[in-house]
């Protein structure tokens, strides 16, 4: 069975950083390229960062360039997301995700910006 299991949110003032994690079971978590997605209150589920299997490429949704860095631990199966200068427009629910024959989606973390 996949499944994708996020980990690291929580509530920080604006400024601050957190960094979120993705453990992943079931799956080549090499050969995947990974994503992290989320998705504020009211709004859509929106991407925010790509990584490809062996970290050669990564990209980000233009709001989070150079706040946000993604990264791969392939042999602990794990996807993580460095998240600094953190602004209250940044709190969502923040998915993994990957595709295997199917788009597989983790339960999510929340991440709250709030002072």
């Known amino acids: 069975q996949v499944r994708l299991v996020e980990s690291g949110g929580g509530l920080v003032q604006p400024g601050g950083s957190l960094t979120l994690s993705c453990a992943a079971s079931g799956i080549a978590f090499s050969i995947q390229t990974m994503r992290w997605y989320r998705q504020a209150p009211g709004k859509e589920r929106e991407f925010v960062a790509l990584?490809?299997?062996?970290?050669?490429?990564?990209n980000y949704a233009d709001s989070r360039k150079g706040r946000f860095t993604i990264s791969r631990d392939n042999a602990e199966n794990t996807l993580y997301l460095q998240m600094n200068s953190l602004k209250p427009e940044d709190t969502a629910v923040y998915y993994c995700?990957?595709?295997?024959?199917?788009?597989?989606w983790g339960r999510g973390t929340q991440v709250t910006v709030s002072s």
């Open positions: 995700n990957t595709m295997n024959g199917r788009n597989i």
């Open positions: 990584i490809t299997k062996t970290s050669s490429y990564t």
